[in-house]
């Protein structure tokens, strides 16, 4: 595919110059027209680049000479543009990227707390972006009436007209062809669109008549500033349009889709879907778009899982980011950055943002001592029966040296357990040998026959220290310390059951909460105060907000405890579904327990009647008391929720779902080296490869590397401007504007001697060459948004509103400093109709005749202003391309007198 749009491009560059130097005359003059009555161009001092003497009774050796250097010289002056451009598009970026947060209430009354952009996508898509997207040719205007001592040229209107030429005709026909025949792209804000393209037709009719009609050769003041005020009127309406808060002229009905949870909008001959649950449909629109990207994140992060079930979730969360950024809705800006960085050798954008990042991130997780030894029990937790005589307690040893002597103290202290009369009370010294790992130590417990309740005691670990092998202090290594301490758990608890009751059994607690992607919950039962004899215990599910079938398993049983068994599981499978912000809860709950057998192993007769306790022994009061009950938590609620590392992904999806952060600097020393680092494209070729084949990272290719020293030049010396993180990225708007307007001067006047050389009028200039070197970058943005967009908005939709903007700004802005200039002069400001009428006209013909073919193409039979079946595309392509070419030959034509304009 970049083969296809190269050629186009190519193209395109050859049918400018083989028309161009047909109508040129052979001899250039200082004149305005030839002896036969062609015009040729005046050769004039430039604004910063003075002629080339001589101009006059060159050779045609010297005048195909001069021309080489100043094509390659535009050519080269074209890439640092484009290259500057990319710095100030980044710094728009993070401008608008900006976020902040906000609290709503929902219709059901929950409070939640959302990020949303503090810039409205439309009107930053009309005012920055448009402005980094069109800065050259502004500039070009701009500077062009500045430095002609506030008269008019016809190098900066001309680049602005031919411009808007090349973006609708050519970029749009291009558009069109990319995308697969089975695919179709539609424009989504279609009120948007229609305002926008509206506008864009306005502004080059109104553009014709305050040149030719209204004040014929003159621009007055007035008509400057209402051409500046246009600017604001149009980012307004598209406004007004973009939050529908005027009347709608669009036929609208809402329908339920078939996907629960849909509405379906049909607006004009197609139907958009609104992903937007029926209850947030009266909620803020920024809150539906969170909800909206929450909702596509749980998506990606579900198919990557069934495509890579075996993955870690650190993996899939590095799989997952990649994912939301290249799926994600991306600005004009980015596209933009985007093309230019591959078209320079400095490979992908997002890749090369995020492995930096996942690089960061695994040089802290290694930031662990390596020569560090711990010492520490193992396990923490022991449970021992009253009779059990005497226990052994672990101690581990682990790190990277094994080899040395260590000694560590222990020793026991009460809890609720005393020693002398639950245990013995012990302290003594470990010492771990070269390459020994465990060590272990005795505490003899104490058996009465008196019932207790369970009761605990502690074991702590103090004083480790390096050691001989015989144990003796070694006073040598004591700087080596350091490398040694005491890990945790340093102190360990030992439960004594009491052995003389069947037991009271319980959960551990009330509550416990799990996430839905556990599979299998199993849940403690504890059985206390004695463990003689069998006990069987009942249990059953019970619904709550979590429904049996649906969210869990129901189970109901019994489980049955051994004798001296004090633990015991039941089993729940857990579905998972991978919802966001899931907190239901269902129970378990626990029967009377039953003793099967006494710890002799005597059955148990269940069917004896109960008896009065007034009525029994001693004996068999006491024998009584000793039977299996149930404690205080015999029912337990289980709270499911959504996975924690699923929550936390999407969480941080939903923080990084931001291109500034793709595209913007943090430092010099960052910028610097990007500029010489040379990274491979990517190539359109390997997107159809099946995702789950596992592929070598790709190296950089010849072309790659020609690019990228071909631009170091740019790259080094625009890495000097500010980082985007600076202000908020308004240094770095500030300076890169400024340097754009620089090299757009020298654009302007290598331009202009370019033309001179090879007999080309600087408005015929203006249209082909200038205006073809300005927008080669957007020509690769918009391919790349048009196949990577779910939507056409960013690009077919941005191209009118560049068309717009480009004249309210750039014709706007200079023509208004102009008016007033020559107003205090006492002079007019005058501007020749001429070739720019007639080439503004012709213009305004095609644009209407191209807009409507975007409208038609919205029909069923197509689907969409993008894509389609082959037999509509290629024709659609073949006519916007022939209209851009008709403008250029017919323009030409006029601007040399072959035929008559205005």
């Known amino acids: ?382 449970t021992v029966m009253e009779n059990v005589g005497s226990m052994e307690v672990r101690v581990k040893r682990a790190g990277s040296n094994l080899n040395s002597t260590l000694c560590v103290d222990y020793s026991t202290a009460d809890g609720s357990a005393n020693a002398g009369s639950d245990y013995e009370a012990t302290r003594g010294t470990l010492t771990f040998g070269p390459g020994e790992v465990y060590k272990t130590f005795s505490v003899v417990i104490i058996d009465d026959d008196i019932f207790e309740e369970d009761e605990h005691f502690l074991c702590t670990l103090s004083n480790l220290r390096l050691a001989e092998v015989n144990g003796t202090m070694n006073n040598s290594d004591n700087l080596n310390l350091k490398n040694f301490q005491l890990g945790t758990p340093s102190t360990a608890t030992v439960m004594i059951l009491d052995d003389d009751h069947a037991g009271i059994f319980h959960f551990e607690d009330s509550d416990h909460e799990t996430v839905e992607s556990i599979g299998q919950l199993h849940i403690k039962v504890q059985r206390s105060s004695g463990a003689r004899g069998h006990v069987a215990i009942p249990f059953k599910t019970i619904d709550g907000t979590a429904k049996a079938g649906t969210h869990f398993s129901a189970t109901s049983g019994e489980i049955i405890f051994a004798n001296d068994e004090h633990d015991k599981y039941i089993t729940v499978n857990i579905f998972d579904d991978e919802e966001y912000e899931k907190n239901i809860i269902f129970y378990v709950e626990l029967g009377e327990p039953v003793l099967v057998r006494t710890a002799a192993g005597l059955a148990v007769d269940q069917n004896a009647l109960p008896r009065d306790p007034n009525n029994m022994k001693e004996d068999e009061r006491i024998a009584e008391m000793g039977k299996p009950r149930l404690g205080d938590h015999d029912k337990i609620r289980i709270n499911i929720k959504e996975s924690a590392e699923f929550k936390n992904t999407v969480d941080k999806l939903l923080g990084q779902n931001n291109t500034g952060f793709v595209v913007g600097t943090s430092s010099w020393a960052e910028q610097f080296k990007e500029a010489l680092t040379v990274s491979a494209g990517d190539d359109e070729d390997d997107e159809g490869e099946d995702d789950d084949s596992e592929k070598e990272e790709k190296l950089p290719s010849c072309g790659d590397y020609v690019m990228h020293y071909i631009s170091l030049f740019w790259k080094l010396l625009f890495a000097t401007v500010p980082p985007t993180d600076l202000v908020g990225g308004w240094a770095c708007f500030v300076v890169s504007i400024l340097w754009i307007g620089m090299l757009t001067a020298v654009i302007g006047d290598t331009a202009s001697a370019f033309g001179c050389t090879i007999g080309l009028l600087d408005s015929v200039t203006a249209i082909s060459f200038v205006a073809l070197g300005t927008s080669v970058p957007d020509t690769f943005a918009s391919k790349v948004a048009a196949v990577g967009d779910q939507y056409a908005d960013s690009s077919v939709g941005n191209v009118t509103g560049s068309n717009a903007v480009n004249v309210f700004l750039g014709i706007g802005i200079a023509w208004t400093m102009a008016a007033i200039v020559n107003k205090v002069r006492g002079e007019k400001f005058e501007v020749e109709p001429g070739s720019l009428g007639f080439s503004v006209t012709l213009f305004v013909v095609f644009a209407i005749v191209a807009i409507i073919l975007i409208l038609i193409r919205r029909s069923k039979a197509i689907g969409g202003e993008l894509g389609g079946p082959m037999k509509y595309k290629l024709p659609s392509s073949i006519l916007m391309a022939s209209l851009w070419i008709s403008y250029v030959i017919i323009s030409a034509m006029e601007a040399y007198g072959i035929i008559e304009g205005f």
């Open 1 to 382: 595919m970049k083969s296809v749009l190269g050629n186009l491009t190519l193209a395109a560059m050859a049918v400018t110059v083989f028309t161009q130097v047909a109508l040129a005359e052979d001899n250039v003059t200082t004149t305005t027209a030839s002896k036969s009555g062609v015009k040729v161009p005046e050769c004039k001092k430039g604004i910063l680049i003075p002629l080339w003497e001589p101009v006059d009774n060159i050779s045609k050796g010297d005048k195909a000479a001069r021309a080489v250097v100043y094509f390659i010289a535009l050519g080269y002056l074209f890439l640092g543009v484009s290259i500057i451009a990319d710095r100030f598009m980044a710094s728009i970026e993070v401008i608008t990227s900006k976020e902040r947060e906000i609290i709503v209430k929902r219709p059901n009354g929950e409070v939640m707390k959302v990020s949303v952009k503090v810039w409205n996508e439309t009107v930053s898509n009309l005012t920055l972006m448009a402005l980094g997207s069109s800065a050259p040719e502004i500039m070009l205007s701009i500077i062009e009436v500045v430095g002609r001592n506030f008269k008019a040229g016809d190098l900066g209107p001309g680049t602005i007209v031919g411009s808007a030429a090349f973006n609708l005709f050519v970029i749009i026909a291009i558009c069109i062809y990319v995308i697969p025949s089975d695919e179709v792209r539609q424009v989504k804000h279609l009120r948007v669109f229609f305002v926008t393209a509206s506008w864009s037709v306005l502004a080059y009719v109104w553009l014709y008549l305050i040149i030719a009609h209204i004040s014929p050769g003159e621009v007055e003041i007035w008509e400057g500033v209402l051409t500046f005020i246009m600017f604001p009127a149009t980012v307004i309406t598209a406004w007004i349009a973009d939050r529908k808060l005027f009347p709608k002229f669009i036929a609208k009905k809402y329908h339920t889709s078939r996907h629960k949870g849909v509405i379906v909008q049909s607006e004009g001959m197609t139907d958009i879907e609104m992903e937007a649950d029926r209850e947030m449909a009266n909620e803020d629109s920024d809150v539906l778009l969170f909800e909206q990207h929450r909702k596509e994140y749980i998506e990606i992060i579900r198919e990557l899982r069934k495509k890579h079930p075996n993955m870690d979730m650190k993996s899939l969360e590095e799989m997952a980011e990649y994912e939301v950024m290249n799926r994600g809705p991306k600005s004009r800006a980015f596209y933009r950055i985007q093309a230019t960085r591959k078209l320079t050798g400095g490979g992908n954008v997002i890749k090369k943002k995020l492995d930096r990042e996942h690089k960061k991130n695994q040089v802290v997780a290694t930031t662990e001592d390596p020569q560090l030894t711990e010492v520490f029990f193992e396990p923490a937790h022991y």
